[in-house]
């Protein structure tokens, strides 16, 4: 199939999911075009069978705000013309799903269908905003398909939207020959805790430094920080306030998490909301044990004390305990660990999920009329 993917290319787990779909879609010989404002990270645009368009925003004195949605349709408008594309799947539905409406209705030589997915904060925190409410329940109900995350945000988005089109849970997926455990990396140097995220409010990640410093009291452990954003500041003043300030590493944004995560011994995950967690799904693939917290659709991940912990949002006492048990305790965390990669092998693998996307694609495209067998290229 020839498809279009629009997603937000810069750091977060939607953009990252829309990517390694991208991805895993053209080793399976579909023709993928992902059109954005910029080449989204993990994405080679050399590999075969991936192509990318960027989306130019012009300004103009008028303009305070740049339409940058309008920017956007006209493009997938263009490509989809242009590269005969069979759909547009767009990942986080505002803006995303409006511009790939329009892009619809401006493709005049035949119906172009779009799928939605939704990943969380476009319903839990953008959605529910009054300004966006209208637009994002509006966009889910002209979307010819919408998939989603978790069970949790199916059900959230049909109790908080009341939209009555059916939405197809596809969970988030992990490549598990690129994500694996790495014994002899672990072996070495002291304990590490990782906590990985864009450093918004919702990850509170002021809550890995107050655990942490608990932690250090039981365990001569270093925490890792990867990611950037706007908690990163206050991170750091706490880490100085707690006195750990020289065993807690910030990183910033990274690029090869398949690098960094297999030398990890657990992952704090202290999160106000997942809507599924793909960090945690990240280094269960690892063999590294996450301590969460029990909320949105991390359940649908973890199963708490086999293959990692949910602890309730905020006891930092607990997650603690939880951290310090992990790194104290080798047989335990060897335990939790092979269970742990053994979920993400048996129930998260590419290999189970993206199969789940392609017959999507196929019944949306059939529903349309559109698909035509020809099309398909592999
Ligand atoms: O919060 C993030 O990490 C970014 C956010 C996004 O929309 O880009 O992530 C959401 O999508 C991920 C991929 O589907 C999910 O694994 C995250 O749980 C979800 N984040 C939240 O719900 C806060």
């Not at 977060?12 to 010989?29: D, F, K």
């Amino acid at each position: 199939m020839r498809i279009g993917i629009t997603c937000y290319p810069t750091y977060g787990g939607s953009g990252i999911v829309a990517t390694e779909l991208g991805l895993e879609l053209a080793l399976r010989g579909h023709q993928v075009h992902f059109i954005s404002y910029a080449n989204p990270i993990r994405l080679d645009p050399e590999t075969p069978g991936i192509f990318y368009h960027e989306v130019e925003v012009s300004t103009y004195p008028l303009f305070q705000y740049p339409p940058y949605s309008l920017a956007l349709a006209s493009r997938m408008a263009e490509v989809a013309e242009r590269h005969s594309l069979d759909l547009l799947h767009v990942h986080y539905a505002i803006p995303h799903s409006i511009s790939a409406l329009l892009a619809q209705q401006m493709t005049t030589s035949r119906r172009l269908p779009f799928i939605t997915t939704l990943h969380g904060t476009d319903i839990t925190l953008v959605g529910a905003d009054r300004s966006y409410f209208p637009i994002t329940k509006f966009s889910i109900e002209r979307s010819d398909g919408v998939t989603t995350i978790s069970e949790y945000m199916r059900r959230r988005t049909v109790d908080f939207f009341g939209v009555e089109n059916p939405i197809e849970v596809i969970p988030n997926f992990v490549n598990c020959s690129l994500y694996r455990p790495d014994p002899e990396a672990q072996s070495k140097g002291p304990k590490r805790i990782l906590h990985i995220s864009n450093f918004r409010p919702v990850k509170r990640v002021l809550d890995c430094i107050h655990a942490f410093a608990k932690v250090r009291r039981h365990v001569d452990a270093e925490l890792i920080m990867a990611g950037d954003g706007p908690d990163r500041g206050p991170a750091e003043g706490l880490a100085h306030q707690l006195g750990v300030a020289s065993h807690v590493r910030f990183l910033g944004k990274q690029d090869h998490m398949e690098r960094l995560i297999p030398r990890m011994h657990a992952l704090h995950l202290p999160s106000e909301m997942e809507a599924f967690g793909l960090a945690a799904l990240e280094a269960m693939a690892c063999g590294v044990p996450p301590v969460a917290t029990l909320t949105g659709g991390v359940p649908d991940l973890i199963t708490h004390e086999k293959d990692g912990f949910m602890e309730p949002v905020a006891d930092i006492d607990a997650q603690a305990a939880r951290l310090t048990s992990l790194l104290t305790d080798p047989a335990f965390h060897a335990s939790i660990s092979a269970a742990a990669r053994k979920t993400a092998e048996t129930r998260f693998c590419t290999d189970l999920i993206i199969p789940r996307y392609e017959a999507y694609y196929q019944q949306v495209c059939g529903a349309e009329g559109t698909f035509s067998r020809s099309a398909v290229s592999i």
